[in-house]
């Protein structure tokens, strides 16, 4: 994708703003879409709606969404978060994160007799029914993403003796296969579009005959919220992504940033965290989140950069978001 997105293309002013005297010249552009993905809205619905079934405790392995907020505030109400299933006391329920599991940990939880609700991503189940797919067919499944990360131990825990982690661009030159006319390409659905079009040219350098996923595996709200800061991004002279630092999107939004022309740009999760030093010298700020950020935390942003004279907000719009996802089917309200 280009970075060259003209500024002017859904840009409107956000309502109520104003531009007062002392911050004359200076703006926010504020990224839409930007927050809580269809994905991450099902997850924390889930934990929520599980509290609420099954009174607390309960226990999540690993982290529902990376954010640390959202982690804290369901700590607070009685969520206790493992990272493994081993920790959980046996029967107690189990929610498993948004990020996917390993058909292991599933096997683990049985043999546990814990009471199991799934609250992945239904993208993300979509990139393991690839996986399985193609392991059928006996491909070398070359899997696009970051080590160590949830979703990809989960991926490639459906065909571990078929799936190579690609680990970026480098990382194309160490692989090898057993057939060059049998390889696909998935991928970790929250990195970087263009650094996964990148990794992917290096690897069909190598092998011609690599085939594509059947549909796109990067998610939408991931593209959906680069699109939008690369619109952004030229006419900024700093970018703050509100977002953790374990959030693979979050991360990925202030490298598209840096290049697609902001002058700076800078990772936070609280406005505490913003350092003033940073708006030395700027006229324009852009303002997005990742994809597991409640909104509460970006107006807190902007309340700081208000009371620092950017008291107008222009809102650039380069998509309209109306995807949902259902809850698991044990939560969802009984039907009469």
């Not at 607390?56 to 954010?67: D, F, Q």
């Not at 009371?307 to 222009?314: A, D, I, S, T």
């Given at each position: 994708?280009?970075?060259?997105?003209?500024?002017?293309?859904?840009?409107?002013?956000?309502?109520?703003?104003t531009?007062?005297?002392?911050?004359?010249?200076?703006?926010?552009?504020?990224?839409?879409?930007?927050?809580?993905?269809?994905?991450?809205?099902?997850?924390?619905?889930?934990?929520?709606?599980?509290?609420?079934?099954?009174?607390?405790?309960?226990?999540?392995?690993?982290?529902?969404?990376?954010?640390?907020?959202?982690?804290e505030?369901?700590?607070?109400?009685?969520?206790?978060?493992?990272?493994?299933t081993?920790?959980?006391?046996?029967?107690s329920?189990?929610?498993?994160?948004?990020?996917?599991?390993?058909?292991?940990?599933?096997?683990?939880?049985?043999?546990?007799?814990?009471?199991?609700?799934?609250?992945?991503?239904?993208?993300?189940?979509?990139?393991?029914?690839?996986?399985?797919?193609?392991?059928?067919?006996?491909?070398?499944?070359l899997?696009i993403?970051?080590?160590?990360?949830?979703?990809?131990?989960?991926?490639?825990?459906?065909?571990?003796?078929?799936?190579?982690?690609?680990?970026?661009p480098?990382?194309a030159?160490?692989?090898?296969?057993?057939?060059?006319?049998?390889?696909?390409?998935?991928?970790?659905?929250?990195?970087?579009?263009?650094?996964?079009?990148?990794?992917?040219?290096?690897?069909?350098?190598?092998f011609?005959?690599?085939?594509?996923?059947?549909?796109?595996?990067?998610?939408?709200?991931?593209?959906?919220?680069?699109?939008?800061?690369?619109?952004?991004?030229?006419e900024?002279?700093?970018?703050?992504?509100?977002?953790?630092?374990?959030s693979?999107?979050?991360?990925?939004?202030?490298?598209?940033?840096?290049?697609?022309?902001?002058?700076?740009?800078?990772?936070?999760d609280?406005?505490?965290?913003?350092?003033?030093?940073?708006?030395?010298?700027?006229?324009?700020?852009?303002?997005?989140?990742?994809?597991s950020?409640?909104?509460?935390?970006?107006?807190?942003?902007?309340?700081?950069?208000?009371?620092?004279?950017?008291?107008?907000?222009?809102?650039?719009?380069?998509?309209?978001?109306?995807?949902?996802?259902?809850?698991?089917?044990?939560?969802?309200p009984?039907?009469?």
């Amino acid at each position: 994708m280009s970075s060259a997105i003209p500024l002017n293309v859904g840009i409107a002013r956000s309502a109520g703003t104003t531009t007062a005297e002392p911050g004359a010249g200076k703006r926010v552009l504020l990224a839409e879409p930007r927050g809580y993905c269809a994905g991450v809205d099902r997850a924390v619905e889930t934990v929520e709606k599980t509290l609420e079934k099954h009174g607390a405790p309960i226990y999540v392995r690993k982290e529902i969404v990376h954010n640390r907020h959202v982690v804290e505030t369901l700590r607070e109400r009685g969520v206790v978060f493992v990272d493994e299933t081993h920790e959980v006391p046996e029967g107690s329920v189990v929610v498993f994160s948004a990020h996917g599991v390993a058909p292991t940990v599933h096997e683990s939880a049985a043999s546990r007799n814990l009471h199991a609700i799934d609250a992945t991503c239904p993208l993300v189940t979509k990139v393991h029914q690839e996986a399985k797919r193609f392991a059928k067919q006996d491909y070398d499944i070359l899997l696009i993403g970051h080590e160590g990360h949830e979703e990809v131990e989960g991926t490639a825990g459906e065909a571990p003796e078929h799936v190579q982690l690609v680990d970026g661009p480098d990382s194309a030159d160490k692989v090898t296969v057993r057939d060059e006319s049998k390889v696909v390409w998935l991928s970790q659905t929250t990195l970087s579009v263009d650094e996964t079009m990148e990794t992917v040219h290096r690897l069909r350098q190598r092998f011609p005959g690599l085939q594509d996923p059947p549909s796109d595996d990067i998610c939408y709200a991931t593209q959906n919220r680069q699109v939008a800061v690369k619109a952004m991004a030229p006419e900024c002279d700093l970018v703050i992504v509100v977002g953790s630092r374990n959030s693979s999107n979050s991360v990925r939004l202030v490298e598209v940033a840096l290049n697609a022309g902001a002058r700076d740009a800078h990772l936070v999760d609280y406005s505490r965290e913003v350092d003033l030093g940073w708006l030395d010298g700027v006229r324009t700020v852009g303002i997005t989140s990742g994809a597991s950020v409640p909104e509460i935390l970006v107006r807190g942003v902007l309340d700081l950069l208000a009371e620092h004279g950017y008291g107008e907000v222009q809102s650039v719009t380069t998509a309209n978001e109306t995807l949902v996802f259902a809850l698991p089917r044990e939560l969802r309200p009984a039907r009469d």
